[in-house]
């Protein structure tokens, strides 16, 4: 059964400090892992990773994979009050039963305070 | 505007009573599926769809049908609900399945908070 663990369940920071939100997997024909952060509302995309060792960023977002690992991260640095939100990690397969799937980790609760 | 509408945003029901939950997408999007979000578990795959009349079960299936009969449309039946079903439910879109490489990810709708009781 594909299976995806994201660590801490939840963290707690002030403003200005830098976090990392890990995501290891273990997934049939894995093809590609995301990153979502979720407010109080539905998810929204941040990154998709393929290949490993090639770091995405936007802003002050980034993420990176290590598919020989299994895991990614996802750094926030300077976090604001506006990074509090549930941070979702995902993973798709790319074959057999994997084809459709789309398995979630339990997600990373972030709270920055000011 | 390109989005995923769910309907409806909240609904309590009793133990039994048949509902559907509607889910629409207007980006010509062959991919959707369902979601139900719970504390401690994250989002779990329900049902998915490839296309027009392909679906297939995801990780939690057991209580749940769906349909997809238009490529725009893929709602959740619920054929006798249980209040072990009370639950966030998300309808989410893609241009291709998962296994495609999408590089903008899965548009999602805004959740439907389902009570059974």
């Known amino acids: 059964e594909d299976k995806v663990v994201q660590s801490p369940l939840s963290l707690v920071v002030h403003e200005g400090d830098t976090v990392t939100l890990n995501c290891s997997y273990e997934?049939?024909?894995?093809?590609?892992l995301l990153w979502y952060k979720q407010e109080k509302k539905a998810p929204t995309f941040l990154f998709m990773l393929?290949?490993?060792?090639i770091e995405k960023k936007s802003g002050r977002l980034s993420s990176i994979l290590d598919k020989k690992e299994l895991f990614s991260i996802l750094n926030i640095t300077a976090t604001q009050t506006g990074d509090s939100a549930v941070y979702l990690c995902?993973?798709?397969?790319?074959?057999?039963?994997?084809?459709?799937?789309?398995?979630f980790g339990q997600g990373t609760i972030l709270t920055v305070h000011p | 505007e390109a989005q995923v509408t769910q309907n409806p945003r909240y609904l309590i029901t009793v133990t039994g009573k048949k509902l559907t939950v509607t889910c629409s997408q207007n980006?010509?999007?062959?991919?959707m599926s369902w979601y139900r979000q719970d504390p401690g578990l994250g989002l779990r795959q329900i049902y998915y769809?490839?296309?027009?009349?392909?679906?297939d079960k995801g990780d939690v299936p057991e209580g749940y049908k769906v349909s997809r009969k238009e490529k725009r449309n893929f709602p959740l039946i619920l054929e006798s609900p249980s209040p072990n079903q009370t639950s966030l439910y998300f309808c989410?879109?893609?241009?291709?399945?998962?296994?495609?490489?999408?590089?903008?990810?899965?548009?999602f709708g805004s959740g439907t908070r389902l009570t059974v009781v």
């Open positions: 989410a879109s893609s241009l291709k399945p998962p296994s495609a490489l999408v590089p903008y990810g899965y548009t």
């Open positions: 997934v049939t024909n894995f093809r590609s």
């Open positions: 393929t290949s490993s060792g």
């Open positions: 995902a993973v798709g397969g790319a074959g057999g039963t994997s084809y459709g799937k789309l398995t």
């Open positions: 980006m010509n999007h062959e991919y």
């Open positions: 769809s490839m296309n027009v009349e392909v679906t």
